[in-house]
C-alpha cells in the first residue's frame, strides 16, 4: 500500500521564524491535504491541492502539490503561538479499489517559542 | 449535523470489558474512517467504510475490534475484552465520496482501560 514519509517528526521554533515541512510518497496522488491537531482535539483541515504543481495559500500558509505527484510541502510564515500543534499531510490515490482511502503521514509536531 | 459527532468523549472501562463507540458522520458523506491515536503520535489507521463496498478493514490490530455501519450513517466501533494497550483516543472521519476525500474529523473519544 501507499506510504508517507513525512519531515520534520518535530520542530522548535522561535515566534515570528518561517517553517516548512513535507511529505513524500512512494507513488502518485490525485490529492494532497495538510490537517493541524490541537490538543484534545480532531485533526481540522488547512488546505487541499487538487493538481500537479498547485500552490495554495490560506492565510500564512502555503502549501504545494509537487510537479511529480509524490510529493507536498507546508510552509508556515512568521509563526505565531497559536501555531503550536500536530501538521498532518494526507494523500489520496490515483487508482482505486479499497486503495481510494487516504492515506496519513506519522505527523510534524510543532512547538513556537514566544 | 454540522460536523462529525463521536460519542461518549471520554469512556473509562475495566480490563476485560466489551465498549462500543459511536461515529455520526457529516450528512450525506458517504465515507467514514475510524483511527486510533495513541498519546503524542500519529494517526493509526483502523477501517475504512466506501458507500455499499465491502469495509476496507485492514487496520484492524486484532480479532477483537470489529467496526459496522448501518443504512450508510452511523458507525459502531466495538472492542471486545478490552486490554489497557486499547488506551487511546479513537477518532471517525468522514468524507463525501470517494472522488471526494477531504476527510473532516470528529473530536474523538479518549478510551481508558484499567
Known amino acids: 500500500g501507499q506510504q508517507l514519509n513525512q519531515s520534520p517528526q518535530s520542530m522548535f521554533i522561535q515566534e515570528g521564524e518561517d517553517v516548512s515541512m513535507n511529505c513524500t510518497s512512494s507513488?502518485?496522488?490525485?490529492?494532497w491535504l495538510w490537517y493541524k491537531q490541537e490538543p484534545g482535539e480532531g485533526p481540522v483541515l488547512l488546505i487541499a491541492l487538487y493538481k500537479a504543481g498547485e500552490l495554495t495559500s490560506n492565510g500564512r500558509l502555503t502549501a504545494q502539490f509537487g510537479i511529480t505527484r509524490k510529493d507536498s510541502f507546508l510552509n508556515i510564515s512568521a509563526s505565531i503561538p497559536s501555531d503550536v500543534g500536530i501538521y498532518f499531510c494526507a494523500g489520496h490515490p490515483v487508482s482505486g479499489g479499497s486503495n481510494y482511502k487516504l492515506t496519513f503521514g506519522k505527523g510534524t509536531l510543532l512547538t513556537v517559542n514566544p | 449535523g454540522a460536523g462529525v459527532s463521536q460519542s461518549p468523549s471520554n469512556k473509562v472501562t475495566e480490563k476485560g470489558k466489551d465498549v462500543e463507540l459511536r461515529c455520526d458522520p457529516i450528512s450525506g458523506h458517504t465515507a467514514l474512517y475510524w483511527y486510533r491515536q495513541s498519546l503524542g503520535q500519529g494517526l493509526e489507521f483502523l477501517i475504512y467504510f466506501q458507500g455499499n463496498s465491502a469495509p476496507d478493514k485492514s487496520g484492524l490490530p486484532s480479532d477483537r475490534f470489529s467496526a459496522e455501519r448501518t443504512g450508510g450513517s452511523v458507525s459502531t466501533l466495538t472492542i471486545q475484552r478490552t486490554q489497557q494497550e486499547d488506551s487511546a483516543v479513537y477518532l471517525c472521519a468522514s468524507s463525501l465520496d470517494w472522488d471526494r476525500p477531504e476527510a473532516f474529523f470528529g473530536q474523538g473519544t479518549r478510551l481508558t482501560v484499567v
Open positions: 507513488s502518485i496522488f490525485n490529492t
